[in-house]
């Protein structure tokens, strides 16, 4: 063994250890006292960089979710003034109805005109009045807002409200789908030849896009969703909104005879069966099963399962009068039904009584709506895609309307004998138009419900996917703090004994000096 006391290595050696175990145990105590595993990027660089784009949407959701919510809020504040309104449109039909009565003198009617047009002063001013945040909601002001309800620039929804008053109700354009659309195709798709085309007043509407449908599990872009977000991308130029209308499996019958594919609705009434693992219901990607289906559902088993998904589905269920299963999507989402096995042979399609379409998808229904005459130009299929808007699956070509301003809500007199005949088809016109428009808030509603239940769920699996890059682990870290500490204590021993040689060189040397 060489003695020297210029270069003590063993000591050096040491004192780097030590330094280790101190910077473990700062680092530990860092990490135990911030919570973070992550406190600067040399801890983790590319972590770093996860957690810091992952916090940017989970910022983004937060802000979508607060966006959505007041969404709701002015739904709702349209919906409630839309249902005063209904309420005076049935009172002034009643008095309607009281005044056909020939019992009436001209005396009586005219006492009967003075309070209609009271009622008419007063939905006028009502939907005039109505605003949300200084926003006008029927004053026709309304028109291409955006409600940014996603963490990204793709993820908003454009609205146009039509403006509502006396001068349209009961006048308005009001055209309704014979059935829900064809989920086989896209607006101006075709399985048959070229691309097809749409024209409302020679505006070329555009090709309805997946992106448009940010809530259907399949076929997206065949949506009623997406083919009214493509109609309603030209309402500036056209006048003429499109409104989603609930899915429903009892609404896509008159599809069968016009495109020969799936057969949709309902073939019977509900049969005892038995729905397990290997054999069960899949609605929009959900199973249902689990449980014993009794003849007609008598003890509501089948529709309560079905609506307990209701968050992951968007669909819910009923029975008509028949006990047959009606399955609704309101928001009009894309509705996929499957069957998966049978029981003892029976097919379980044939036992639950509603058809599957074939692995179609049942589809929304679609309300188109002006208040200027409008002439729509359709393509070979464009017509039956959409549902049968003109009333023939077959039409092609040219199909114009026409508002009739005569029979606006403002002109009904009954005190005039002309007009006293036409006062209820007025007010039963103007109670439809109502009963669309709460349609629209009642679908916007559905649509921002289940987006904020969307963005709360994806809020949680961003947050829990930055907490594993960035959180620390404290049972980990304590267990590091302790073990390094002991090393530090160890490491304090050996540096003592790592003195030792050089204070035996000095001892030779003391030695030798008394020699």
């Known amino acids: 063994m060489v003695l020297v006391i210029n270069s003590n290595l063993k000591s050096g050696q040491v004192r780097s250890y030590i330094n280790q175990h101190e910077n473990n145990i700062a680092k530990s105590m860092e990490r135990l006292s911030s919570g973070l595993r992550v406190n600067s990027a040399a801890d983790d660089v590319a972590g770093l960089g996860i957690a810091v784009r992952v916090q940017s949407q989970v910022n983004g959701i937060q802000a979508a979710v607060k966006n959505t919510q007041e969404g709701i809020s002015f739904a709702q504040t349209g919906d409630g003034a839309l249902r005063e309104v209904e309420q005076m449109l049935q009172s ?18 005219a006492s009967i005109q003075k309070e209609l047009d009271a009622m008419k002063s007063a939905i006028e001013a009502n939907l005039g009045q109505v605003n949300y945040n200084n926003n006008g909601i029927f004053n026709g002001d309304f028109q291409n807002k955006f409600f940014q309800i996603g963490k990204d620039s793709a993820s908003s929804l454009g609205i ?7 001068n349209q109700l009961g006048s308005r354009i009001s055209l309704v789908g014979t059935s829900g659309v064809d989920t086989e ?12 085309f749409f024209t409302i007043n020679e505006i070329a509407i555009r090709e309805s896009s ?11 872009a065949n949506s009623a969703i997406a083919k009214a977000a493509a109609i309603n991308a030209s309402f500036d130029l056209t006048g003429v909104r499109a409104t989603v209308l609930a899915t429903r499996t009892d609404g896509q019958k008159t599809l069968d005879a016009d495109l020969g594919g799936g057969v949709y609705g309902n073939s019977g009434s509900i049969q005892a069966v038995s729905l397990t693992a290997n054999t069960y219901i899949t609605i929009n990607n959900v199973n249902i099963s689990g449980f014993d289906v009794q003849e ?3 003890d509501g ?20 009068a028949n006990a047959e299963l009606v399955l609704i999507a309101p928001d009009g989402r894309n509705l996929m039904l499957n069957y998966e096995g049978d029981n003892f042979g029976d097919d379980l399609e044939a036992l639950i009584g509603l058809n599957d379409g074939d692995d179609f998808a049942y589809g929304g229904g679609i309300l188109l709506e002006s208040d200027e005459s409008v002439s729509f130009n359709f393509g070979d299929f464009t017509n039956s895609v959409l549902g049968d808007i003109v009333g023939d699956y077959a039409h092609a070509d040219v199909a114009s309307y026409n508002p009739n301003k005569d029979r606006a809500l403002n002109s009904l007199d009954v005190t005039d004998d002309s007009n006293r005949l036409h006062a209820l088809n007025t007010l039963d016109r103007a109670l439809a138009q109502v009963s669309d428009e709460r349609s629209f808030f009642g679908a916007l509603l559905n649509r921002f419900s289940h987006t904020v239940a969307s963005l709360e769920n994806e809020k949680v699996n961003l947050e829990s996917m ?3 890059i960035q959180d620390a682990d404290f049972g980990y870290e304590t267990a590091r703090l302790a ?3 002991i090393r530090l204590n160890a490491s304090a021993s050996m540096l003592a004994a790592a003195n030792v040689d050089p204070a035996l060189a000095l001892a030779l040397v003391n030695t030798s000096s008394l020699a």
């Open 160 to 166: 146009s409200i039509n403006k509502l008053d006396t």
């Open 466 to 468: 930055k907490s594993h």
């Open 296 to 298: 007609n559902d008598a």
């Open 301 to 320: 088993k089948l529709v309560s399962a079905i609506n307990a998904h209701f968050d992951e589905t968007g669909v819910y269920a009923e029975l008509n």
């Open 185 to 196: 195709s896209t607006l101006l798709g075709t399985n048959l030849g070229p691309a097809d």
């Open 92 to 109: 002034m039909r009643q008095l309607v109805v009281q005044s056909l009565n020939e019992t009436n003198n001209p005396a009586d009617r």
């Open 210 to 220: 997946a992106s448009d449908d940010q809530v259907s599990s399949i076929d997206n």
């Open 483 to 485: 073990l390094n500490q």
